[in-house]
């Protein structure tokens, strides 16, 4: 199995410029979440998901997409890319609520 | 609302004794899970342990432990016979109701293991 695989590791963007950050796991998981973790913070909720077709925001959901067409790939999107998107995203998954998650990673983005 | 709170910054912890790591949090569901995760310098994320709100017994795995004192809305980490591997980020956090996938996760706790 190759778990939680989230591309691309590491990301310079302009302002304004948009991307998707890439998330794809192989352990038929019902649940994923995208997290941002901020240096010397814990994790904050960007989007979650208890399966396909089925996204939720949030805490701090401005600024991103997201859409679940499968169960295995849950793609986080940046609409215009901004300074305060500096951060560092996690994708993470579970099979069902009461398992703690798998995550992936990380992608490491810098907006300058 | 902050619904999980670390106090502890950072703790220190002599190699081979018992550390405890705090952890409260604040809910009106009667149904929710606990759990605690750890970030080494390395920057990946390992789950640890899960306790459930119902679970009348507290979770263990190996040498970790989970102090869950529902009246107090704490689940405190027990580390026992600490390694110097054990030295990494320290978070704690809760999903609330069922098939709700809403994690939110504290602010962490720096554990630093002593030679």
């Known amino acids: 199995n190759a778990g939680v695989t989230q591309t691309p590791k590491f990301q310079v963007l302009k302002t304004g410029q948009s991307m998707t950050l890439q998330c794809a796991q192989d352990m038929n998981h019902e649940y994923m979440s995208w997290y941002r973790q901020d240096p010397g913070m814990g994790l904050r909720l960007i989007h979650y998901s208890v399966g396909a077709g089925i996204t939720d925001q949030g805490e701090v959901p401005n600024g991103y997409n997201v859409s679940r067409s499968t169960t295995e790939d849950f793609p986080l999107r940046l609409l215009s890319a901004a300074p305060s998107q500096t951060s560092v995203y996690f994708c993470?998954?579970?099979?069902?609520w009461g398992d703690g998650y798998t995550f992936g990673s990380g992608t490491r983005l810098t907006v300058v | 609302a902050q619904k999980i709170t670390q106090t502890q910054p950072g703790m220190f912890v002599q190699e081979k004794e018992a550390v405890t790591l705090d952890c409260t949090y604040d809910t009106s569901d009667q149904s929710y899970g606990l759990f605690w995760y750890k970030q080494p310098s390395s920057g990946e994320m390992i789950f640890l342990i899960y306790?459930?709100?119902?679970?009348?017994q507290n979770a263990t795995e190996g040498r970790y432990s989970l102090n869950f004192q529902k009246a107090r809305k704490s689940a405190n980490l027990v580390i026992s016979a600490s390694q110097l591997g054990d030295s990494a980020m320290y978070f704690c956090?809760?999903?609330?109701?069922?098939?709700?996938?809403?994690?939110?996760f504290g602010a962490g706790t720096r554990l630093t293991v002593k030679p």
């Open positions: 306790q459930g709100s119902y679970d009348e």
């Open positions: 956090a809760m999903r609330e109701g069922t098939n709700n996938n809403d994690m939110r």
């Open positions: 993470a998954s579970s099979y069902n």
